[in-house]
């Protein structure tokens, strides 16, 4: 017998309906696939991958894979702590760095000590010192009759992070964290300097300078005249000698960044040469860490930009001083305690405040540098719905990196990734590296307008780092691309 039934027309408008479903349901079923294809790389054979996309106003669960995995998350990190100061310390505030005296003014003569107070401005400069040295100068004091006092116990004295790598310590990216310290430059690399190497000609020996100018470094200069630029420079482990290495052809300079030990010495060098250029005679001794004497009054002052604006350096070029910088703010602020745990116990007491649980992950710095960190992409997309009702959030979304835009401080670390797609100027989302650590998280819009938030953490892999962030980027292209 034939088993293939004669086609029956009056059931056309059932099989059509039936054709009409069945094509509707493929899209959903092609974009998973697309996700999971995408994630089943051979590039992460042996890797920990976690990712969660979430609707961004219903908070719905779109797609997710380990996302209540902890995973070291690098700088995703940053996240947290970058949000609860907009809401702890306030958009509008600002780190104020004050001079101050328990004396008076007898004539030319400051009749008692002079102290320099810093809360940790992660933002000020050396040309900013030397501005406070002349407007005390401008007041005419022309001699301290008694001691220099460089106060920086807004702050606790540990310098470095938990678990921080070792051989990041002279990196700009590991420097100290002290409540004096000065940056080198608009990137606000608090606690590091510039160091300028350059051939002027053949022959010549080259050349070193560093920025801001100081007697606290010193300088071995094992650099040449050579067919590249390969300078390199170092410093050793609990001192401030540098060490300047490889080659620069004539005509070309190198530029480094690197980190000092203990910043608030650098501090007291600069300000020390800004009053002497100011021709004001401080008599008495130089004392680091003490506290500023009870009823000391403020002589002059100088107050970083506010939080808002300093956020985009912050997020766009993830800037580790400043994260590490607000969670002690924040400690001290909340607890009366300049310390990174009480820090991370304001983030935590802000999160709790919008119904997240801190205890599904673990903090221990505010930069991300430390592989004791461990954050779900869960928990990264719960944080990342959370903010989104705060007033200062306009502010805080528009500081994190854009995808594609070239201006450093619009594009920040994304602006390489994602240049002529649909992801460009759409993604917002902010970047972790460490060695065998990536990670990407923030918000995108689909191809209909509907709005994400996602994160992505890859623990573990042996692949170039670069070929992992080409991968993130595909994602985020099969999120954009997902059909509703």
Not at 91 to 105: C, E, I, K, P, W
Request: proline letters at 5%; hydrophobic letters at 45%.
């Amino acid at each position: 017998m034939n088993s293939i039934k004669r086609f029956n027309p009056r059931l056309l408008p059932i099989y059509l309906s039936l054709f009409l479903v069945a094509c509707a349901c493929v899209p959903k079923v092609q974009a998973t696939t697309t996700v999971d294809n995408l994630l089943a790389d051979p590039l992460l054979n042996g890797a920990q991958v976690s990712l969660t996309v979430r609707d961004a106003v219903s908070g719905a669960v779109l797609y997710q894979r380990n996302g209540d995995s902890r995973l070291v998350p690098g700088s995703s990190l940053k996240l947290l702590g970058s949000a609860a100061a907009m809401q702890v310390l306030g958009a509008d505030y600002r780190f104020t760095t004050q001079v101050l005296s328990n004396g008076r003014l007898d004539g030319a003569v400051l009749r008692g000590n002079l102290y320099l107070r810093g809360a940790g401005d992660p933002s000020i400069q050396a040309e900013d010192y030397r501005q406070l040295a002349a407007r005390l100068a401008r007041q005419g004091v022309r001699e301290v009759s008694g001691d220099m006092v460089f106060d920086d116990t807004a702050f606790d004295a540990v310098r470095l992070g938990i678990d921080w790598a070792v051989d990041d310590e002279d990196k700009a990216y590991g420097a100290q964290i002290s409540a004096l310290s000065l940056a080198p430059d608009g990137d606000f690399d608090a606690g590091s300097v510039l160091v300028h190497v350059n051939a002027v000609a053949p022959g010549e020996p080259v050349q070193v300078r560093i920025h801001p100018a100081n007697r606290l470094l010193t300088v071995n200069n094992q650099a040449t005249v050579g067919e590249a630029n390969t300078i390199r420079v170092s410093r050793e482990h609990g001192s401030n000698r540098l060490r300047v290495t490889g080659t620069v052809p004539v005509g070309e300079a190198s530029k480094k960044w690197v980190s000092v030990w203990e910043p608030t010495r650098l501090v007291a060098d600069v300000f020390q040469a800004a009053l002497v250029a100011e021709g004001i005679k401080v008599r008495g001794r130089t004392f680091i860490g003490a506290v500023t004497a009870p009823g000391a009054t403020v002589l002059v002052s100088h107050e970083s930009a506010p939080l808002a604006q300093l956020m985009p350096v912050l997020l766009k070029l993830s800037n580790n001083a400043m994260t590490e910088v607000l969670l002690k703010a924040m400690g001290r602020r909340t607890a009366q305690a300049g310390t990174t745990d009480a820090g991370i116990g304001a983030v935590n007491g802000f999160f709790s405040g919008l119904g997240l649980d801190p205890t599904a992950w673990r903090q221990v710095d505010g930069s991300g540098l430390s592989r004791r960190n461990q954050l779900s992409t869960q928990s990264l997309t719960q944080v990342l719905l959370s903010v989104r009702q705060q007033p200062w959030f306009d502010a805080w979304y528009a500081a994190l990196p854009i995808a594609g835009e070239p201006d450093r401080l619009v594009g920040g670390t994304l602006r390489n990734r994602l240049r002529d797609t649909p992801a460009q100027g759409n993604l917002h989302a902010k970047t972790g590296s460490l060695t065998g650590i990536s990670s990407l998280s923030g918000y995108v819009r689909t191809a209909a307008g509907r709005p994400l938030v996602f994160a992505m953490v890859t623990n573990s892999y042996l692949a170039g780092a670069a070929a992992i962030r080409a991968l993130e980027d595909r994602v985020v292209l099969a999120l954009i691309q997902r059909p509703e």
